[in-house]
């Protein structure tokens, strides 16, 4: 795994340790959250990684599609668990995977974008990347290297726990998907070929 994956790893292990070492009059509610690739509408003009997977497909910077897989949760859907979870003791001690059960492949990725926005002249990568391309790629590339752990590796959660718990009905990742698109050209990320005279 990547270091940020393992990051994330260590650092949910270090709160657990953290938590449980606090003498019992001291400890706090603790909940775990892990979402996965989070979309949806973007608030901020500044880059940020998933926001960066999309910006890539739109702006024709992929030198072609990887066979890597992505399961998504919209992140109004995130922001909705984190006031649960403040808010509710009944998630005190748990941790949860939020994911809206929609796992799509990059190709399947360019695809929706290519239907949305290719009549606009988005040129939206069709190639399929080989991983012997990747393989080389990753010798000189760190974002290539980061990906190589990924290849053809299916992801599949369940969000039972987190909708029997929060009630969350997750929004369908290719609405998110949508979504991270539309706010990445209004915010100026990606250029505006839609409104462009």
């Known amino acids: 795994m990547t270091a940020y994956q393992k ?60 066979k890597i897989m992505f399961t998504i949760v919209d992140v109004r859907d995130v922001a909705k668990a984190h006031i649960i979870a403040m808010t509710n003791s009944a998630t005190n001690g748990k941790r949860y995977i939020l994911d809206s059960m929609t796992a799509l492949w ?53 969000n039972e726990k987190v909708k029997k718990d929060m009630g969350i009905e997750f929004i369908k990742g290719e609405e998110s998907l949508l979504e991270m698109a539309k706010s990445l050209i209004k915010c100026g990320i990606v250029e505006d070929r839609i409104n462009k005279k």
Request: glycine share 4%; net charge positive.
């Open 106 to 158: 990059m190709k399947e990725i360019c695809e929706i974008l290519r239907k949305e926005y290719g009549q606009y002249g988005y040129k939206i990568a069709k190639k399929e990347l080989k991983r012997c391309t990747l393989k080389l790629a990753s010798l000189f590339d760190k974002q290539a290297r980061s990906i190589v752990p990924m290849w053809n590796c299916p992801q599949y959660f369940s």
């Open 7 to 66: 990051s994330k790893t260590l650092a949910e292990q270090a709160a657990w340790r953290f938590h449980q070492s606090l003498d019992k009059s001291a400890r706090f509610e603790l909940t775990v959250i892990n979402p996965t690739l989070i979309l949806g509408p973007a608030l901020i003009n500044t880059d940020f990684t998933s926001g960066d997977i999309v910006r890539q497909i739109l702006s024709n910077k992929l030198f072609g599609i990887p």
